[in-house]
């Protein structure tokens, strides 16, 4: 499975940006799928995570209520809408496929991982 994380920028605070993860293949329709972000000197942590169908999500407290988590899998798409964004949210945002179907925080049990696309929140 290959994915295809884009839709990052540079935006100011308290705007939006909706970043879309696309997959190769319909192998990740039966996974669960993640996004994890990396801002610079610090380690990479979690965003947000769905299951296979759509109905579960998960979220850092950190974003929630801000960020949203969708899944198309139609179009073997998963997406992360970003609202009312802080600049402690910059970083390099990866959209990850799960080994498992659930929408998981556990970054172990993730397995393929996109090539990450840049938030910039200036303020």
């Known amino acids: 499975v290959q994915l295809q994380a884009c839709g990052g920028g540079l935006v100011q605070a308290e705007g939006s940006l909706r970043l879309s993860c696309a997959a190769s293949?319909?192998?990740?329709?039966?996974?669960?799928v993640g996004w994890f972000r990396q801002a610079p000197g610090k380690e990479r942590e979690f965003v947000a995570g769905?299951?296979?169908?759509?109905?579960?999500?998960t979220y850092n407290e950190s974003v929630k209520g801000r960020f949203t988590i969708s899944r198309d899998n139609s179009k073997n798409a998963v997406y992360l809408q970003m609202n009312n964004l802080k600049p402690e949210d910059t970083a390099v945002y990866y959209c990850?496929?799960?080994?498992?179907?659930?929408?998981?925080?556990?970054?172990?049990?993730?397995?393929?991982w996109g090539q990450g696309t840049l938030v910039t929140v200036s303020s």
């Open positions: 990850a496929v799960n080994i498992y179907a659930v929408a998981s925080r556990d970054i172990s049990t993730y397995k393929y």
């Open positions: 293949k319909r192998t990740g329709n039966n996974n669960g």
């Open positions: 769905i299951n296979w169908n759509g109905g579960i999500t």
